[in-house]
């Protein structure tokens, strides 16, 4: 934190009133003259690698005396093949079409107006995120891109390291004659200023956290201004009475353990009566085969004594890891009480043959993605075509789903009159 | 409060769970049902006039009693003209196109998976309003039809008034076969109640506040939930260098005084120099006749000495009466700093006959609503052919501007597939 600030309050108001004037100029820029910075920002980090990784093995060092975990260590690290992914992400940004500007719903009222939406950028973005400092470039290319401003707050750990990131996008601001504070840094690592970005209102139009869900819950309970967020995803897939059973093993396989940390990667499998049989002893040897720990109802244990039980706690755990819960239903009814009931309304999946049941289960399941005979691991922004994304929402209001450019937008309304007035 | 719940918190929690049991129920109700129900209303409505004035006059006596203003006793009073009115929007509300199950950006990706959005409710609305017990039946109409249950919480100066169109408009969801925790009303006046109801995470998907600025403030600084609101309507109107000057004189007059009382009703107006002379003069003529006060900039009072002086606070007033401030500026980049430092962000208009200059005020201001050649006082869902509104967001995220049954609709991602799994 630069020493002219007497307090963390204070600077954290200074950046984000510059970021809010940076905003006012970034929303008229031109998609040319941004798209010409976020190349520019590419070659210099391309340029500047082994200067990156210089304040990266800083950062590396710390955790090491931290005692991080090695796999924290790795998500920290910036190697030459992450720097490159990170000038790649930057210049496929550049192609993505500009969401600033369009106009629709135009339309002739009877009193001659011509009444519309514009679309323009939400402002000022504040990030608050966790280690992995690549997210330090993916932010601030998403917001530059939709015309907002971005305030970053990074984890600790990765100081260093996004520092220097934040500080290459800002050189290629100034080269382009954009103003710095259009990327703006928290210098600090203290606690407090955390909660100082999230009470900007006036300055700061949303909060996106991205992280873990104590980080999120912080972040919603400190808020006075809209947060867009991510909570757990514990995604269903439900095997229906009627499938292809080849299918639906294919299916359930590929959401458990196709990558199973991540949020889109299913935790519980709910399975119709008819499909408890020859189904299910295949599909828990398939498991079995592959190191999945099932926690099973008391109608699976049937079928194998030998799995751990389900308790209550289970159908409500993101494990995030090669574990699954399974329940056997009577009906596709028990299918949806149990999602209404267990669903973090992230993403799931039923596998069926049945019309109807697929048509009832896209309308009337209440989560961010539904999907019919494919797996929830395609729940994500760049598999639905949305370019790049910023999160995936389990909001409801504004943004619900993977967040793309589009998403970082609103609408206002525009009025063609020639000198109407109201009667 | 029914005598069952042992406090205002659990009985908050036991409303908004039976609401979102219904939401689920009511979000699968096909829009015929949903207007049979709201045209049923409305039979009731006016069927039940007589009961209605009984149970008004009680809430009318009571104002009188608590010694509440004429205005606030008018404005509390059911006549027989406001009951059909009522029932009017119901059957109005009945006919709007239904926005619930609507598909859009159906693309079909490279492995073959069908991606789209379809538009769905947003689950339980909790509405907090003050005085007026139309806003009972309003807002209950367009949660019904847009598929959401509600939860009311109306002025305890209503409360008679209030109790009485609930209960008939969920007779009328009884008559047609839904839950009638559709559109469950708060009975208790507690001011707990507002509290709880606005920390019902989980149960409750969006608190909508109506009323003065305090009630608002006070329901953001309390909610843990998303909040769409409006605060203040300090509107301009700016007179360009190059204007019709008839034409700018109505817009100017037209928004300052067709209804001084409103939102979207003019508090400032920013008169370009080349307009400071006779244009200017011809206006403050204008405003004398019609009785308006006008506090000045220095360079106004020029033209007037006998006008009061503006002062800094004048510019971030929302006067709602028959006053206005006027500021001469040097060009349009002065007016447009000018709102973006004072404006409220809901509703500006130039005046101009100058192509560029309306180009870059349409796009440059960030307001809800932005207007060439036109009254402010247009900015309305009505007007704007939304067909009925909520109320106006100035609020950025989800909703900007007039809000209309789409506004309370969100959109979850929907995908066909047959058997895709991730690689």
């Not at 004037?21 to 040319?32: D, M, N, R």
């Not at 500080?167 to 004659?177: F, K, M, S, T, W």
């Not at 809209?226 to 757990?232: E, G, M, R, T």
């Not at 993403?347 to 069926?352: G, L, N, P, R, S």
Request: glycine residues 8%; negative net charge.
């Amino acid at each position: 934190m630069p020493e002219t600030h007497r307090s963390i309050e204070e600077y954290i108001h200074s950046i984000t009133e510059d970021a809010r004037k940076a905003s006012i100029i970034l929303a008229k820029t031109s998609t040319g003259v941004k798209n010409r910075a976020l190349r520019e920002a590419a070659d210099l980090i391309r340029k500047g690698a082994p200067e990156i990784q210089n304040e990266n093995r800083l950062d590396l060092e710390a955790g090491r005396q931290k005692g991080l975990s090695s796999a924290m260590l790795d998500r920290l690290e910036l190697t030459g093949q992450r720097l490159e992914g990170i000038a790649s992400m930057l210049e496929e940004v550049a192609m993505l079409p500009d969401p600033v500007g369009e106009v629709t719903d135009m339309r002739v009222r009877p009193n001659g107006l011509r009444v519309g939406r514009m679309r323009v950028p939400l402002g000022v973005i504040g990030l608050i995120y966790e280690s992995r400092p690549n997210v330090t470039a993916d932010a601030a290319a998403l917001c530059l891109k939709s015309g907002n401003a971005c305030v970053l707050r990074g984890g600790s750990e990765a100081i260093h390291s996004n520092a220097i990131l934040a500080r290459q996008l800002q050189e290629a601001l100034r080269i382009h004659g954009l103003p710095q504070a259009a990327v703006s840094f928290v210098e600090t690592t203290d606690r407090e200023a955390v909660r100082a970005l999230c009470r900007q209102r006036g300055r700061v139009d949303v909060i996106i956290p991205r992280g873990g869900k104590s980080l999120i819950e912080t972040v919603v309970d400190l808020a006075n201004i809209p947060v867009l967020k991510h909570y757990d995803g514990v995604c269903h897939v439900y095997v229906d009475e009627r499938v292809d059973p080849g299918m639906a093993r294919r299916i359930c396989m590929n959401a458990k353990i196709q990558r199973p940390g991540v949020c889109n990667a299913a935790e519980t499998f709910l399975i119709h009566k008819a499909q408890s049989g020859e189904f299910l002893r295949a599909l828990l040897d398939d498991l079995k085969e592959n190191n999945v720990e099932v926690r099973g109802c008391p109608e699976t244990l049937q079928l194998d004594p030998s799995l751990k039980p389900a308790v209550e706690d289970d159908w409500k755990t993101e494990y995030l890891d090669r574990i699954v819960s399974i329940k056997i239903v009577g009906d596709l009814d028990q299918a949806l009480d149990h999602i209404d009931r267990y669903s973090s309304r992230h993403t799931e999946a039923i596998v069926t043959a049945d019309y109807a049941a697929s048509q009832r289960f896209l309308r009337e399941v209440d989560s961010s993605s539904v999907m019919v005979n494919a797996s929830t691991r395609f729940s994500d922004g760049g598999q639905y075509g949305l370019g790049a994304e910023m999160g995936i929402s389990t909001d409801k209001l504004h943004a619900r789903g993977p967040m793309g450019l589009v998403e970082l937008t609103c609408q206002k309304f525009i009025v063609y009159g020639d000198g109407q007035i109201r009667e």
